[in-house]
């Protein structure tokens, strides 16, 4: 009996024994499957750094071309004048106007401005706290006027003056001529400097910036050529004079050709 049940126990053992190589743990080659380290090859993508050439934005700098914009800095230089002869400077641009200081040779000043219709420059003296207004032919002038700007004279910022302008204004034509008449204005003896024109009139066919002053408040009248041929009509504008300054302006009533 134990014979048998020896035999049967190696039986056994060599069936077991013969069934072992059958394990064949083929999945062993799924090591070859390192193959997909080539997925390393997404390393290349390191080939997006060239993204470093942006830094060439840094050529922009050359907008500091910009600062030729300092050419702008050659400033206007007004012209400067220097008074060759005895004269006056007026509060506008001719010698019907007020006086405004005396001028001697060797005073000096900058020119700001000139008068289309006379020429007379617009000057600061170093002397005179204000401007006035000086004819071009009693001054040397170093710069070119021709590049100043057209000035009007602003008679209201002259003084002050505490008189009306001449009441009554009435014009009478005869032909090329009117005549002008007005009624006076009372002004102590200190204070007269009589009565000053302003006007536009058409002589030989040219419009032409006409003025004229009249040194005492007794004069009430003036007749002048004013002929037709212009497109423009003449007219003009009164005031009263008196030492402190200017007063308002009148308007003349023209009579046309």
């Not at 009164?238 to 009148?250: Q, R």
Request: charged residues 15%.
């Amino acid at each position: 009996m134990k014979k048998i049940l020896f035999v049967v126990l190696v039986s056994a053992l060599v069936i077991v024994s013969c069934s072992l190589p059958q394990q064949t743990n083929t999945p062993v080659p799924l090591a070859p499957t390192e193959t997909q380290t080539p997925a390393f090859t997404f390393t290349p993508q390191a080939t997006f750094t060239p993204t470093t050439t942006l830094t060439s934005t840094a050529t922009f700098t050359p907008t500091i071309t910009l600062t030729p914009t300092v050419t702008f800095t050659p400033t206007f230089s007004f012209p400067s004048v220097t008074v060759n002869k005895q004269a006056h400077c007026r509060y506008g641009p001719s010698v019907a106007f007020l006086h405004a200081a005396d001028l001697y040779p060797g005073d000096m000043g900058i020119a700001d401005g000139r008068y289309e219709y006379s020429g007379w420059l617009h000057v600061k003296f170093d002397k005179i706290k204000y401007y006035c207004w000086v004819a071009p032919s009693v001054v040397d002038v170093v710069g070119d006027i021709n590049t100043l700007r057209y000035n009007e004279p602003d008679l209201q910022t002259v003084g002050y003056s505490k008189y009306p302008a001449p009441p009554n204004i009435k014009t009478v034509r005869n032909g090329d001529e009117i005549t002008i008449r007005w009624d006076q204005v009372k002004m102590t003896e200190d204070h007269d400097r009589g009565y000053l024109i302003i006007a536009f009139v058409c002589q030989d066919g040219n419009y032409l910036w006409w003025t004229k002053s009249f040194p005492n408040q007794y004069e009430t009248s003036y007749t002048v050529r004013d002929e037709a041929g212009c497109p423009v009509p003449s007219e003009g504008l009164l005031y009263t004079v008196e030492k402190h300054g200017f007063s308002k302006p009148a308007q003349i009533p023209w009579i046309q050709p």
